[in-house]
């Protein structure tokens, strides 16, 4: 896993259309790519984040539009790759030789609310003052 995936995922590339890229759905690819992980990781990783309640109403809706639009695959939105790498950190952090997925699991039900889109958000916020901090200082 990169331990720079956050500056990949938050790092503020404006879209042509102007819409905000971290509101922009993308591809499980991608997702694997800003994560450092290849896409059975990613999807190992993905298994156990529906313990969450907004990530699981996001899943349900990607799947529904999948559906409704005859979309090949469901498309990953940004708060859902934040999720998933969080989720990887955990497991990077057990040691071998034991189920890690288990583990994962009760910490992240005892911890729910640091999984939510308004801490996804006060990070992104966290992330983006910082970088707008470092350009003010070089200028």
């Known amino acids: 896993m990169k331990s720079k995936w956050r500056e990949q995922l938050f790092s503020y590339q404006p879209s042509q259309s102007g819409a905000n890229p971290l509101v922009l759905p993308m591809s499980k690819a991608k997702a694997a790519k800003i994560l450092g992980i290849c896409y059975r990781t990613l999807e190992r990783w993905a298994e156990v984040a529906p313990i969450i309640p907004e990530y699981r109403l996001i899943l349900v ?7 409704e639009k005859k979309l090949r695959a469901p498309p990953i939105t940004p708060y859902q790759v934040w999720v998933i790498g969080k989720i990887g950190e955990l497991f990077s952090d057990i040691t071998q030789g034991i189920d890690k997925k288990a583990f994962v ?5 005892a911890h729910k609310h640091e999984y939510t889109r308004a801490e996804f958000e006060k990070e992104q916020l966290r992330f983006t003052s910082q970088v707008l901090g470092e350009i003010h200082h070089v200028g």
């Open 105 to 109: 699991e009760i910490i992240i039900e």
């Open 61 to 67: 809706r990607m799947k529904t539009l999948t559906q």
